[in-house]
């Protein structure tokens, strides 16, 4: 375009005498607005820092804003001890991963109960347990799962050793956290972490972005199928208790639809050698006589659960290989029907697998349970009323506090009314996690 012509031109002058001049003087008044308010629309997609669509050369790479990135990858240890002490460590790495603004490498889980002999531990992968493909459905958007074949440079890797002892706080963790997800350090395309165990990493996330990563676990079919045998048997016991006391007479729904609505308590019994010993100390520590329950006053304050229709099967989540007292089923008051695993016929499902499956068929059944009692000190009970806390909330009720709910859950070392256990609901308003991580007299009733 020859401009010769517009030598006289004056910025938004009257002497705009061609079509190019005035052409020109559009694209630069354009150019200077541009400069000009952009800045203040920070939110604006692709301007502001934060929220940036960063072209790299594999991909679009969101920010946590609007997705994760899936082409930087966070790789974490081993996760070990046992199985829901494993599900927290995970779901921390994946908050971490998301934090970073990066897709967790899918980490390995440890089949096996030692977490103290490291060369004893029997690792087994994430995806041989729960659901890969359904995780990353569920939580599309908030967290990502990554497999190692996705890495094209497996040599660009950077090393961050996460701090631990005393001096080691919160606010170091969390200012660590934004360092590296920064340049030059957030340059590589793997992010490995090294240290100890994702368990007892810091934490820096409310309950209920923990919750919404929990939703998405889900177990692989061939577990789920196995805790469906055990919750049908169950059922089926508390079937033909009931049958012959009159419940399902006159009854015209078909065998199945009975069977969905025969109810059942699950009971986590913490009463193993291992545990025993572990929640002596705590009180100690604690100051408390709120941790340890002994069976008898397990039985006494189940059998007080108010509102409870007898006859019903109570189902003992216990495990068997570190249970020391083998009378467990003896003592329970009439109308309360005790089974183990022994008893109700399904030791063989569980002895085909490690322990880390057998408690997570456990879990499974004391998901499902109509009713649940558990210890507030321990992970798994704490767990399985977390999911049910928000399955309940999706439901419409936000508190089963005092009211007739309908799966309730209760934590039996602490005393309720009429001497029974005390009703539980997980606070989904806590800022952290910690208070299930490591126990709690603290159920929000």
């Known amino acids: 375009m020859d401009l010769s012509n517009c030598k006289h031109m004056r910025f938004f002058g009257p002497h705009l005498n061609s079509v190019a001049c005035k052409c020109l003087a559009l694209v630069v008044i354009a150019l200077v607005l541009r400069a000009v308010l952009l800045p203040a629309f920070s939110g604006f997609s692709g301007i502001e820092q934060n929220n940036s669509l960063v072209i790299n050369n594999r991909s679009l790479s969101l920010t946590s804003e609007s997705g994760i990135r899936k082409y930087k990858f966070l790789e974490v240890p081993q996760i070990v001890w046992g199985l829901n002490n494993q599900k927290i460590a995970f779901v921390r790495a994946c908050l971490t991963a998301r934090m970073l603004n990066r897709t967790l490498l899918m980490p390995s889980l440890s089949a096996s109960l030692f977490y103290k002999e490291i060369d004893l ?56 956290l934004r360092e590296f997800s920064k340049d030059p350090y957030d340059g590589h395309e793997i992010m490995r972490i090294v240290g100890k165990n994702p368990f007892l990493w810091h934490d820096h996330w409310p309950v209920k972005d923990y919750a919404k990563v929990f939703e998405c676990l889900v177990l692989v079919d061939e577990f789920l199928i196995e805790a469906d045998k055990v919750v049908s048997k169950i059922r089926k016991i508390g079937r033909e208790a009931r049958t012959q006391v009159g419940f399902f007479e006159n ?108 408690s997570a068929i456990d879990y499974e059944v004391c998901l499902r349970s109509n009713v649940f009692v558990g210890n507030s000190y321990s992970t798994f009970s704490s767990l399985v009323v977390l999911e049910r806390t928000q399955k309940m909330i999706r439901t419409g009720v936000s508190s089963s506090c005092g009211m007739d709910v309908r799966s309730p859950s209760y934590a039996y070392n602490i005393l309720g009314e009429s001497k029974g256990p005390h009703q539980w609901m997980t606070n989904m308003n806590d800022s952290s996690l910690r208070a299930i991580s490591y126990g709690s007299n603290h159920i929000s009733c």
């Open 121 to 176: 531990l029997e690792p087994i992968s994430f995806d041989k347990v729960f659901q890969f493909e359904r995780f990353n459905s569920l939580c599309n958007g908030f967290v990502q799962l990554g497999r190692y074949s996705d890495i094209s440079n497996r040599s660009d890797v950077f090393e961050m050793q996460k701090g631990s002892g005393r001096r080691w706080t919160v606010d170091r963790d969390l200012d660590q």
């Open 251 to 358: 009854h015209i729904d078909s065998e199945s639809s009975i069977l969905q609505q025969v109810p059942y308590v699950a009971v986590h019994m913490r009463i193993e050698k291992d545990w025993m010993i572990h929640c002596k100390k705590m009180e100690q520590r604690s100051n408390t006589s709120e941790i340890c329950s002994s069976k008898e006053e397990i039985m006494e304050r189940v059998s007080n659960i108010k509102g409870l229709e007898t006859p019903i099967v109570a189902y003992l989540a216990v495990a068997d290989t570190l249970l020391e007292d083998k009378s467990i089923l003896n003592g329970w008051k009439a109308g309360l029907l005790p089974y183990e695993k022994k008893k109700l016929g399904v030791l063989e499902i569980y002895k085909k697998y490690p322990y880390l499956i057998q």
